[in-house]
């Protein structure tokens, strides 16, 4: 193997949100999915686990090892698009962003995607990242196909009709099954989005919730801790043409309310806890009402630069409002202060094993501390909460479940683990997390 395409060397690694470190043994960077056979293959006769990592966008230890880091984006670009089909193949190290500009450019699209495009497409999928809407949401349900290396050294090709019981796991499957190297997406021709922004209060917002998920193809909203405040968002497939915000409105609401003075806001809230509950009924009403219309991945997504740590749970939609009542009741009465928003989107139900929207209408709600900011407290009352529900933790997010409690939460969780017993029966692709929340 060619040290210029697959480079070992002791590095240590950390995520984005900084709260996760590892010290692999070494770090592989292949460049074909040969060098990915090699590496797993090598892996194994040296007595080393194996993990792959992307671009570190998971607030758990998912993907960390002391053993072998595979990083992959060197596996990029589109590989195939089969416009009969309405597929495109794409190389597991691509990130959302670089494939989205890609089928941009191909007239074709997602039909939907999460809000953060910075990561790989096989470390969003398999760890089931998602959007918002009523009838489409996360990646892993618009998944056709994917190919994977497993234990054994073997490229196994996974979808409804080839290796069907794997497929059915593996579109979400926390790097427990084998390296992913290829995935198979259901694409569609370009279309556009208009999206409505409007403010709305808490009450308002949670008595027609259902209301506006029932008429939205995308609705989210985002409740300000400290205030009656929301910033809701509804976004619908227009005939256009293309309405994107006016560069000034744009640098503002993105850039500046966003990132800029909401980094410094929260910088503040840091030094200043006290302050953070005057800090947030300014900061809820700085965002006003605006209409735009633009394709897909330009109105689902926005840059993130103010850096966060986050838990988010699934749960069952007819439950969300109870839970977020009861979060905001249990924020007002304690001396919690909480600098960012709390975000709440929906799916609906999938047919993959370990995904959070798995049988299930869903219902998300995420909760966010400021980087470098104490947040055990608040995400520990959060959990609490969730948990009472059913809730499903995000497999990428923080969150301290186990094995125990995610076999009851799962119905098909005993599918899963029993598939990882055939295809990786020694751990190859174990860590500490995988221990936690699969058992063995």
């Known amino acids: 193997m060619g040290t210029a395409t697959a480079a070992r060397y002791r590095a240590s690694w950390r995520n984005w949100a900084g709260n996760i470190t590892a010290a692999p043994a070494r770090v592989v960077a292949p460049a074909s999915v040969g060098e990915v056979q090699e590496a797993v293959r090598r892996a194994a006769e040296d007595g080393l686990r194996v993990k792959a990592v992307g671009t570190g966008h998971s607030f758990t230890a998912a993907a960390a090892t002391d053993g072998v ?34 089928l941009a450019a191909e007239g074709l699209s997602l ?16 760890t089931g990242t998602h959007g918002t809407g009523r009838d ?33 796991a593996a579109r979400v499957g926390l790097g427990a099954l084998g390296i992913t190297t290829a995935l198979t997406f259901a694409v569609e021709p370009l279309f556009h989005l208009t999206a409505r922004e409007e403010p709305m209060r808490f009450d308002r917002v949670t008595a027609e919730f259902d209301e506006h ?38 640098w503002i609401e993105d ?37 735009y219309t633009d394709i897909p991945y330009r109105v689902f997504t926005s840059p993130r630069r103010v850096r966060f740590v986050e838990m988010e749970y699934a749960l069952p939609r007819e439950h969300a409002v109870g839970a977020l009542r009861e979060l905001k009741a ?16 929906t799916a609906p139900a999938d047919d993959i094993a370990l995904s959070t929207a798995s049988g299930r209408e869903t219902a998300y709600i995420a909760v966010h501390m400021y980087r470098g900011t104490p947040y055990q407290a608040y995400f520990t ?29 799962y119905p098909r969780f005993g599918e899963f683990t029993a598939l990882r017993d055939r295809l990786d029966p020694d751990r190859l692709f174990g860590n500490d997390y995988l221990r936690r929340v699969l058992g063995g």
Not at 330 to 345: G, K, N, T, Y
């Open 69 to 102: 880091m595979v990083r992959p984006q060197a596996l990029n670009g589109i590989l195939g698009i089969d416009r009969a089909a309405g597929t495109v193949a794409v190389a597991a190290g691509t990130a959302l962003k670089d494939l989205n500009r890609a």
């Open 111 to 126: 039909a939907n995607m999460g809000d953060i495009m910075e990561q790989t497409v096989s470390g969003a999928v398999s």
């Open 136 to 168: 489409s949401a996360s990646l892993a349900a618009q998944l056709r196909g994917l190919e994977m290396v497993t234990a054994d050294g073997r490229l196994l090709a996974c979808s409804e009709k080839e290796n069907p019981e794997v497929f059915a």
């Open 213 to 250: 998920v029932a008429e939205n193809e995308h609705f989210e909203f985002y409740w300000f801790p400290h205030t009656g405040n929301c910033n809701t968002k509804r976004n619908n497939r227009s005939q256009g043409p293309a309405a994107p915000p006016g560069p000034v409105s744009a």
């Open 255 to 291: 850039e500046l309310l966003s990132n800029g003075v909401f980094q410094a806001a929260n910088s503040l809230g840091r030094a200043v806890p006290a302050a953070i509950p005057a800090i947030a009924r300014v900061a809820s009403r700085a965002l006003s009402a605006r209409t």
């Open 330 to 345: 249990a924020v007002d009465r304690s001396r919690l202060r909480i600098s960012f928003p709390v975000e709440v989107r």
């Open 381 to 409: 009352a959060a959990e609490r909460i969730f948990t009472a529900y059913g809730g499903r933790p995000h497999w990428g997010k923080v969150h301290t479940r186990g094995a125990e409690y995610l076999a009851a939460a």
